[in-house]
């Protein structure tokens, strides 16, 4: 499977500001995704990130809120626009794997709003 | 105000047992399914997956069994260590190419 970092691993941020995370893949991969997992919860899906094109939102996830760029097919980039403290989650990145229904998921990115 | 996570639903197994996690999902046409395993502070870990046309697939110490008539799903871990310590997520893909994720069991196994 594919080798998939993410930047930052955590942060704590204040309300009103924004935070754009890494996520970074050591192969080529046609499809990347980016989920939320608030405290004790499950994984939701936030949007497909398309190389080339605009990424696909979830409902419920708008691009003002989540900009995402994908501006290669081993990167892309989430933005957690004007932070209010109900977006203290886990952002996590993942990438469709070979056969192409299996995902593989980055560590994480642990973020606090104060 | 400040939001309350869920309570994950608690397997508790004394170490050496098998462990059974089970799972429903939502989608009669989902054709693919996913167990994860997370430790604490990590991202989830692909464990097995099956296919709709399987019942039973096993890998290292681990088996997955599908029960497409009543939309269940589970997950046998044979002689559980205390690795194996960690919330255990089924995943379903919906033919929409998006996985969509159960509530998470909490395993925690006493050595």
């Known amino acids: 499977s594919a080798v998939i970092s993410q930047k930052p691993s955590r942060d704590i941020c204040q309300r009103g500001t924004s935070l754009t995370i890494q996520c970074q893949v050591d192969s080529q991969v046609t499809m990347m995704f980016w989920y939320r997992q608030q405290p004790g919860q499950s994984l939701t899906l936030i949007a497909t990130?398309?190389?080339?094109?605009?990424?696909?939102?979830e409902s419920g996830f708008v691009i003002d809120k989540f900009p995402i760029s994908r501006p290669n097919l081993t990167f892309s980039t989430l933005t957690v626009s004007n932070m209010s403290p109900e977006d203290s989650s886990i952002y996590l990145c993942?990438?469709?794997?070979?056969?192409?229904?299996?995902?593989?998921f980055g560590p994480g990115t642990r973020l606090t709003v104060t | 105000g400040e939001s309350v996570g869920l309570h994950l639903p608690t397997l508790s197994v004394q170490e050496g047992d098998n462990s059974i996690i089970n799972c429903a999902y939502s989608?009669?046409?989902?054709?693919?399914f996913i167990w994860y395993k997370q430790e604490s502070g990590k991202g989830p870990q692909f464990i097995i997956d099956?296919?709709?046309?399987?019942d039973k697939r096993q890998g290292q110490r681990v088996t997955v069994l599908l029960n497409k008539t009543v939309k269940h799903l589970s997950l046998q871990i044979a002689a559980t260590q205390p690795g194996d310590s960690a919330v255990y997520f089924c995943a379903e893909n919906n033919q929409g190419g998006k996985l969509i994720f159960g509530q998470g069991t909490e395993l925690s196994v006493k050595p």
């Open positions: 990130a398309n190389q080339g094109s605009e990424a696909t939102y």
């Open positions: 993942s990438v469709e794997g070979l056969a192409g229904d299996e995902q593989y």
């Open positions: 099956i296919r709709s046309n399987m």
């Open positions: 989608n009669s046409a989902s054709d693919y």
